[in-house]
């Protein structure tokens, strides 16, 4: 799957055995470990060289001002952008006084491994000084899943041929120097210094550093202590206002080893006193201690573990698609498991790009993944959305509205885009969180979080619906002046996308208000107001376009000037660098899937027949200028009989980090394109809907995957479903039995029952054509890797 020479494809690691230092930022990302709460990128040990450092937590930012260059009403005044906190990763390396250091000497050998069973990254290198010292290093590094505070190292040195004299720097560092940005959009921006130190102490194996930002005034404490397995060894230590230092000394024979296990750990608060987040630091640090290393290692094994368990998906034939597969589920598990009320922004916590800002991403790819592989990591991404309605609320009533209208980008809540028609205008945001609600108690039927966390979001957002829409003349429910999904229109009226979602929010809430009448009666919602909904809901316009058989992405969409694709050269994309959003707004040209995901998440409103000319049309005009685009492309092709198309867009959305397709993943990986990957592999080759509570599948797999199998947790049940290219098999493996669909048929899943059905024939269809030069490449017709 990587082109790089000096990657392999393994089932359950991802596996580097060079170092180029024209990669690092690449790899830095690829290799990055988090649990949602802490992110490290795979800085090397020592600090330099370095692509981009990075170590950040979930939810600390720094404010800065968005400028305009002329003022508007209701336009944000400050951004939110994410900061490089205190670096933890630090251990200097010296040896006979000569600093440990890639560019020079001589590197023999290098190795990094991300194993996707224990959670760790490992390192294992082989290096000569310039005065020919020949040493080994080893490291193994982990954030835990456990211990929601701590990270951790464990840095092995031993000499080769002849005795040395070692000495380590294991450091926290804070305001490190990161490098100025390339001045694309989606790139971070860079602030300076963004912490101010408030105390710094240091003792025996042990420092401490407190700092605040400057306007967001948010403490964050972090704390070192090692434990050392060496004899004689002595230490030192100091610290200043921005970096602490523990320095371990000693003489090693060789094939003698000096081992040290350092602690990390990290804690903020925008509310908290200085020494609360100190001693909050502290104890997290003392409770590692007692666990100690081989007991961080067996935690996080154990907690992967049991998430393969119910998480895995199979995929024989293809070795690439199967490490690409598992590679995407490890990154979205992390960027979730322990951030608990917090957001997942688009990088996770891998990289600073997109100033570290969550957007609607995380509800309609990355929750659907969450949903059924960890329930109760998806619950606290929408807790997290619950805890930002205030600031919604408020935001509905300054653009004169009622409700909540919701960021399009965000870290804290707040609406972070300064370019409105992109930003604002994108109301879709507040039916994607809807619509990840109705999933999440679709998939659980978890009541207590239904009255209280789902219904005020479905009123909130149903109430935004119905202010912005309005009847029109002939009592047809109007969405004029929005922004869907595709960010080459803005502005539209009647956008089919936000017209669908909104309507089936309308309905939820509605249903909801019944179902929870103590609940809707707290939030004010009377018969009269449901009503209302109601009669939204059933008058929604949903424009079509009869001449053409296709429905319109909005109205109006199918009479606009066709974009010339013919002139545009290849290395004029993205579009939007390239191209002023006036132009890319009036013609047919579409950045990334709109009436397509149409189409995934409101399946039930179209008819086969319309699926197959809607997507037809649609793939005619999509350039896919968004790493968000490929999977969904996957999944209706998948639906309407192009298998081997939609094998090529999985392909193409396994890639985006892993090779780098769009040349930013050095900011961090693209984590809804990698949930992408298993929406395209369950959603798609599995067929699976869970359309009004009604679980169906309907396998279809391409001819370069023999067998696909996953497992998915739905209704408080552990589900097996195992497809070949001729019978589909569902087993039950925990729970009681459950009546699902294979291809419309209803049928009752029990346990130590197994149900095999068969899979029909595939009709033949014309495939349909993709704009000049944006083709997906045609992975289906290549030979398969022979590597690893």
Known sequence: MIRHPFF???PWSLRETGLDLDTLAHTESL?????????????????EPYGLPGSYLNGVYELRPLPYAEAGYGNPESGETVINVTNGKIVRLLVDDEPFDVRYGTLHAHERVLDFRSGTLSRGAEWSSPARRRVRVSSTRLVSLTQRAIAAIRYEVTPVDEPVRIVIQSELVANETLPPSDGDPRAAAVLESPLVSEQFASSNTAAVLVHRTGLSRIRVGAAMDHVIEAGNVS??????TDAARVIMTTSLEPGERLCVTKLVAYGWSAVRSLPAVRDQVAAALEAARQTGWEGLLAEQRGYLDEFWDHADVEVDGDPDIQQASRFALFHVLQAGARAEARAIPAKGLTGSGYDGHAFWDTETFVLPLLTYTAPDTA???????????????DRASQLGLRGAAFPWRTIAGAECSGYWPA????????ADIADAVLRYLAAT???????????????????????????DAAGAFRIDGVTGPDEYSAIADNNVYTNLMAQRNLRAAAEAASRFPDRARELAVGPEETAQWRDAADAMFIPYDAALGVHQQAEGFTNHQMWDFESTRPDQYPLLLHFPYFDLYRKQVVKQADLVLAMQLRGDAFTDDEKIRNFAYYERITVRDSSLSASTQAV??????HVELAYDYLAETALVDLDDVNHNTSEGVHLAALAGIWIALVNGFGGMRNHDHALSFAPRLPSRIGRLAFTICCRRRQLRVEATHTTATYS???????????????????????????VPKRRARREPTQPPGRAPARRSMTPRSGRG
């Open 31 to 47: 290799f990055a470990l988090s649990n949602g709460h802490i992110g490290w990128r795979a800085n090397l040990d020592e600090g």
């Open 423 to 430: 930003g604002t205008a994108a109301f879709h945001v507040g």
């Open 8 to 10: 392999s494809v393994e």
């Open 732 to 758: 039950l493996v925990t729970g009681d039995p459950i009546e699902i669909a294979h291809y419309g048929e209803p049928f009752t899943l029990a346990r130590d029952a197994p149900v095999v059905r068969p």
């Open 235 to 240: 230490l030192a230590s100091e610290s200043f």
């Open 379 to 393: 619950a606290d991404a929408l807790r997290w959305r619950h805890s930002t309605l205030p600031l919604a609320l």
């Open 445 to 471: 039927e978890d009541e207590s979080f239904a009255n209280s966390v789902g219904v005020e979001l479905l009123v909130q957002t149903a109430r935004l619906w119905r202010s912005l829409g309005h009847h």
């Open 636 to 641: 209706i092709a998948a639906e309407t009989g």
